[in-house]
């Protein structure tokens, strides 16, 4: 189960996400779970995996966004480094980061599922 505690702890900036949504924990927790069920994770892994940097841009972009306005830090970090690697089409191996991302990303799904 996800809790502010449990945010906190992953390394959520909580305080900065309660802001955005007016200090509603309940609407907040709502919204990070949301986020576990984000198709652009999906689509970056398969643009990655088919070399489709306009498309893995899009994804990572859209995902930069979501996770930046919900503060969830351990996961933005390696989501805003891949969308500016993919913004100026660097050739390099995106898998690191790639499974950076998606370990983080499971590590709430982890947290959701207790």
């Known amino acids: 189960m996800l809790t502010i505690e449990g945010l906190r702890e992953f390394g959520a900036d909580v305080e900065e996400g309660l802001g955005?949504?007016?200090?509603?924990?309940?609407?907040y927790l709502t919204l990070v779970g949301m986020v576990l069920e984000e198709k652009n994770f999906d689509v970056l892994q398969q643009a990655i995996?088919?070399?489709?940097?306009?498309?893995?841009?899009?994804?990572?972009?859209?995902?930069?966004?979501?996770?930046?306005?919900?503060?969830?830090?351990?996961v933005l970090k390696p989501v805003e480094e891949i969308t500016e690697l993919l913004r100026s089409r660097t050739?390099?191996?995106?898998?690191?980061?790639?499974?950076?991302?998606?370990n983080k990303k499971n590590v709430l799904v982890e947290m959701a599922a207790q």
Do not use: M, W
């Open 20 to 27: 955005r949504c007016f200090g509603q924990e309940e609407f």
């Open 49 to 74: 995996k088919d070399r489709d940097l306009d498309k893995a841009f899009e994804a990572a972009h859209a995902l930069k966004g979501v996770l930046g306005n919900l503060s969830l830090t351990p």
């Open 91 to 102: 050739d390099t191996d995106y898998e690191p980061l790639l499974q950076e991302i998606l």
